[in-house]
């Protein structure tokens, strides 16, 4: 049956910096052990020790899952998530930014008639200004609907949900790895790990 290595790309030597690769034997008992190994090996130029597959794999989710436990952490995600959400939509944070200064302006001109501050262009301004509105009510909802936005209490449901996932599944070692784990560097007497978050914490796990 063929069988996933869910730290290729992910994985890396602390020696030389290249890629650790997926490999397997079969022993004298006719068991297949499975572990990763720096392709540098194969060329002579690297003799960073290999690491077992299953140890090294459950390591890494054994981190995720710390991540997807740490209160801290979960909400640093919940409020970055919701800011790069505008970040990745530019044209909704100016419709909006439109639109509330149209509503002053709107305003405005409400003040002046209710003071009887009235001129012959007051009427046709209101009128533009109140088209205006309406366009860009218009846009606004469309591109709501093109592109919404989760609360953040739905950004927290989701992150929350990694909570449940089975450490004893192959989909979810996956899942849980592929969305924390940004990569690890092994050395021989250290493992340092980089998440997929950034400006929060710096975390190493040293192995003696």
Known sequence: ????????????CGKCGAYMVAESGTSRTKAIHRYYKCVNIRKHTCDKKTVQKEWIENLAVEKAFEIVNDEKIVAYLVDRLFELQSADNPRLPQLKTQLSDVLKKIENIIQAIEQGIIFDSTRDRLAELEKQKSELEVAIFEEQIERPLLTQEQIRFGIERFRKLKIDDEEDKKRLIDNFINAIYLYDDKIMFTFNYKDVFSQDLAIY
């Open 1 to 12: 049956a063929k069988v996933e290595y869910l730290l290729t790309e992910k994985l890396f």
